[in-house]
């Protein structure tokens, strides 16, 4: 299981929201290609870049910050969400040297879109589930809709998404404790893995993760508590790859 470090992009900087919250952010970094570095010097698999004013402007607004990451990393896997509506960009993130893009808002309000997506460009889309009170959020998290997350990762599995990002937002930012329980059902609902998120705070809850990850859980993305030390990253990583810390 891998342990993906979050770099949240706001007004150019690196920040952290508690619940989606754009009014309550936490700043960590002036700059996210310094976020980038450090993550990658520890050993990062894989990097989560979000364009938060991008996923409420619903156009990239923070792109050529992740392009220099891109071109800084060009051996790390990034996977990259908010703000995605469109196939101009997708095609200009993939063009960039991004591996994944998430479709998170398009691919509730228009599923077509999705499958579109994975036609035109195979092995390479995620959708990204936000779940409030069991329900999929959008608009950078400021609307809920009628759907089920599990109901919905069902249909984005049969257009051929490569992966579903699922986050509990009333947990995300907040170092309360991963939601395994809803992690875990979702992954046995799907056969396409499932990569965790929200509330991540310290060792014990990637344990916790671990214990279920044969249920098709392939990751679990962290942000505040390894910016605030609740969680070692190397540490985590290891626990996450079964690994003891002196074989990182």
Same mark, same amino acid.
């Given at each position: 299981?891998?342990?993906?470090?979050?770099?949240?992009?706001?007004?150019?900087?690196?920040?952290?929201?508690?619940?989606?919250?754009?009014?309550?952010?936490?700043?960590?970094?002036?700059?996210?290609?310094?976020?980038?570095?450090?993550?990658?010097?520890?050993?990062?698999?894989?990097?989560?870049?979000? @364009?938060? %004013? /991008?996923?409420?402007? &619903?156009?990239? +607004?923070? #792109?050529?910050?992740?392009?220099?990451? $891109?071109?800084?990393? !060009?051996?790390?896997?990034?996977?990259?969400?908010?703000?995605?509506?469109?196939?101009?960009?997708?095609?200009?993130?993939?063009?960039?040297?991004?591996?994944?893009?998430?479709?998170?808002?398009?691919?509730?309000?228009?599923?077509?879109?999705?499958?579109?997506?994975?036609?035109?460009?195979?092995?390479?889309?995620?959708?990204?589930?936000?779940?409030?009170?069991?329900?999929?959020?959008?608009?950078?998290?400021?609307?809920?809709?009628?759907?089920?997350?599990?109901?919905?990762?069902?249909?984005?599995?049969?257009?051929?998404?490569?992966?579903?990002?699922?986050?509990?937002? @009333?947990? %995300? /930012?907040?170092?309360? &404790?991963?939601? +395994?329980? #809803?992690?875990?059902?979702?992954?046995? $609902?799907?056969?396409? !893995?499932?990569?965790?998120?929200?509330?991540?705070?310290?060792?014990?809850?990637?344990?916790?993760?671990?214990?279920?990850?044969?249920?098709?859980?392939?990751?679990?993305?962290?942000?505040?508590?390894?910016?605030?030390?609740?969680?070692?990253?190397?540490?985590?990583?290891?626990?996450?790859?079964?690994?003891?810390?002196?074989?990182?």
């Amino acid at each position: 299981m891998l342990l993906i470090p979050a770099i949240d992009i706001k007004e150019g900087r690196c920040v952290r929201l508690r619940r989606g919250d754009l009014s309550d952010e936490t700043l960590y970094d002036s700059d996210p290609t310094q976020a980038a570095a450090r993550w990658v010097s520890q050993g990062a698999k894989r990097l989560h870049l979000v @364009d938060l %004013d /991008g996923a409420v402007a &619903g156009r990239p +607004v923070n #792109a050529s910050i992740i392009q220099k990451i $891109a071109n800084a990393y !060009p051996d790390v896997p990034l996977q990259v969400g908010g703000g995605i509506r469109n196939v101009e960009t997708v095609k200009a993130y993939l063009d960039a040297g991004v591996r994944y893009v998430i479709i998170g808002t398009q691919a509730v309000n228009d599923p077509a879109f999705v499958s579109d997506l994975c036609q035109q460009f195979p092995g390479h889309i995620i959708v990204g589930l936000d779940a409030k009170n069991g329900a999929v959020a959008t608009d950078g998290w400021v609307k809920t809709s009628d759907h089920k997350v599990i109901d919905m990762a069902k249909h984005f599995e049969a257009d051929g998404v490569v992966a579903i990002v699922y986050t509990d937002i @009333d947990r %995300d /930012g907040m170092l309360s &404790g991963v939601n +395994v329980e #809803a992690t875990a059902a979702l992954a046995k $609902a799907i056969q396409i !893995p499932v990569i965790a998120s929200g509330g991540i705070s310290d060792l014990e809850d990637i344990r916790r993760l671990v214990l279920v990850e044969n249920s098709g859980i392939e990751g679990v993305i962290t942000g505040r508590a390894i910016y605030e030390g609740t969680l070692d990253f190397r540490e985590g990583q290891a626990a996450a790859m079964g690994q003891s810390i002196d074989r990182i």
